[in-house]
């Protein structure tokens, strides 16, 4: 018993087993076995500390791009992209889609081409040269305009341009009515077939690059026993409330007589 007792004593408290040389020994094999690890891992500690690095780096540069952002009264600019201000941008929940109705849906007339005139009314806005710099845009050959309280400069807002060629080519599609009412009108290379190819595709990148994913449906049409044309959709969707941006736009408006154009200075 006593013996037994001994034995398990040493066994318990162990270093009573090693010697000086024993310790050593076994410090050794750790110092290996560390340097076996380190040689075995090398790589993942530098792909670690790589990661690390550029993960610091591109929070010290969104930080940066952050303080950058200007927000004014004009607009919002960021990371090269203008947008108007949040607090003037308004959105609303409405039907993907409704039947054609009055004031669009009439014959080619005076009142139609009044309609279309008053969304046009903003198509060319003016742009503070500020605006430009944050935007990084070469200013050398940019049109300037007369009549602001700086060097300003001629700009165009997407959705004008895109309702612009829609309007031309509308146009287009009752040439028999505005071809004679026409006639003599400047700029009439806006009905040419070249320009009528760029309006189609301009309007064809912006479908694409927002694309609508609303879902519609057609209805079977027993007379013609094939499916009807007609499509239709009960989908909701987020629309821009078009009086948001008219309103904003509307306040930067060029408006005839209330400027001239000019090129841009040898400074600018």
């Known amino acids: 018993m006593e013996k037994h007792s001994e034995d398990s004593g040493d066994r318990l408290l162990g270093h009573s087993e090693f010697s000086d040389d024993g310790l050593e020994e076994s410090q050794d094999r750790q ?24 993960a610091v780096l ?19 600019i960021d990371d090269e992209h203008f947008t108007l201000p949040k607090d003037v941008l308004k959105y609303e929940e409405r039907p993907e889609w409704l039947p054609p109705q009055l004031p669009w849906k009439q014959e080619p007339s005076d009142a139609l081409d009044a309609i279309w005139d008053d969304v046009l009314y ?9 605006e430009l710099d944050l935007l990084n845009e070469n200013k050398t050959h940019r049109v300037q305009v007369t009549g602001g309280k700086g060097d300003d400069y001629v700009g ?12 031309n080519i509308r146009r287009l ?17 806006g009905f040419t077939v070249e320009h009528s ?24 049409d027993e007379e013609a026993r094939l499916p009807s044309r007609d499509l239709k959709s009960n989908s909701m969707t987020t629309c821009v409330r078009w009086d948001s941006v008219n309103d904003w736009a ?10 001239m154009y000019q090129p841009p200075r040898k400074n600018s």
């Open 31 to 54: 110092r290996q076995s560390t340097r076996s690890w380190l040689r075995t891992n090398v790589l993942s500690i530098l792909i670690s500390f790589l990661l690390l690095y550029i």
């Open 58 to 76: 591109q929070t010290i540069q969104l930080t940066f791009k952050s303080s950058k952002c200007a927000a004014t009264h004009h607009g919002e």
């Open 122 to 130: 903003s198509l060319n806005i003016r742009i503070g040269s500020d």
């Open 156 to 167: 165009v807002l997407g959705v004008y341009h895109h309702m612009h060629c829609l309007n």
């Open 173 to 189: 599609l009752s040439w028999d009515y505005y071809g004679p009412k026409l006639a003599g009108e400047k700029h009439m290379e």
């Open 197 to 220: 190819h760029h309006c189609i595709d301009t309007i064809r990148q912006a479908l694409m690059c927002h694309a609508n994913t609303g879902l519609y449906t057609s209805e079977w």
């Open 250 to 259: 509307r306040q930067r408006a060029l408006r005839p007589g209330q400027y």
